[in-house]
């Protein structure tokens, strides 16, 4: 079974700090790694997918399948930030395709 | 497009009432979930539907849950008898088979379910 575990519930930084929200996962097979964001009154919605490479919003997030890691990070946090973050796992295939299992999410606050 | 419908959004019941919750997918997702999302924990995948079939319902409380999406379209879970532990925010969201993209889900704004 899949488990994604997110250590920090809660993370302050100041803003133009950078920031790193930790996450791991334990999956026997090959794993999708997204990042979901839900600001503040607004719905739960895709961040980043670890397969598509990108940097949204100036956040990047590399898989390392070695430790297990798919930690997300900017250089520079702003405000607008401020967000509940989660960690999600995908199995790649089968007929559960898309079931996401997520972490416990972490709390980010950037402060002026 | 427009997004994934919910209702209600805030729902208030004693323990041992029914209840049921509704969900509308975007237009065109053949891919439905109902997440269970306790406070203070990440959503926790309840039920998957592949057009009008069950895919995944292995973390369902069948004694109590049940859910159908009956034309493939709109989806309705329910809850019956409803306990304390049962309260929480229940996500539906969807997502579109067979597009490049379709790795995303998109989420409705939830209901909160609040057992006294």
């Known amino acids: 079974a899949q488990r994604v575990t997110q250590p920090e519930k809660l993370l302050s930084v100041f803003k133009g700090a950078p920031v790193e929200l930790k996450c791991n996962y334990s999956?026997?097979?090959?794993?999708?790694l997204f990042w979901y964001v839900q600001y503040s009154r607004q719905r739960l919605q895709l961040l980043l997918r670890?397969?598509s490479r990108e940097s949204i919003k100036g956040f990047t997030a590399d898989l390392n399948k070695g430790e297990t890691s798919f930690h997300l990070k900017k250089p520079f946090a702003q405000e607008e930030d401020s967000a509940m973050y989660y960690c999600?796992?995908?199995?790649?295939?089968?007929?559960?395709?898309?079931?996401?299992?997520f972490g416990q999410g972490t709390i980010l606050t950037v402060h002026p | 497009e427009a997004g994934v419908a919910q209702s209600p959004r805030y729902k208030i019941i004693e323990k041992r009432q029914s209840v049921a919750f509704w969900c509308n997918p975007i237009?065109?997702?053949?891919?439905l979930y109902w997440y269970q999302q306790i406070l203070g924990q990440g959503p926790k995948l309840l039920i998957q539907?592949?057009?009008?079939?069950?895919?995944?319902d292995s973390q369902l409380p069948k004694d109590r849950f049940s859910a159908e999406r009956l034309k493939g379209v709109d989806s309705t879970l329910k809850i019956q008898p409803a306990k304390l532990e049962d309260s929480a925010v229940y996500l539906c969201?969807?997502?579109?088979?067979?597009?490049?993209?379709?790795?995303?889900?998109?989420f409705g704004p939830g209901t909160r379910l609040t057992v006294t």
């Open positions: 969201a969807s997502r579109h088979t067979g597009k490049v993209s379709s790795y995303e889900q998109y």
């Open positions: 999956y026997s097979g090959s794993p999708e």
């Open positions: 670890h397969i």
């Open positions: 999600a796992l995908s199995t790649a295939g089968g007929t559960s395709y898309g079931k996401l299992t």
């Open positions: 237009s065109g997702h053949a891919t």
């Open positions: 539907f592949q057009n009008n079939g069950v895919v995944d």
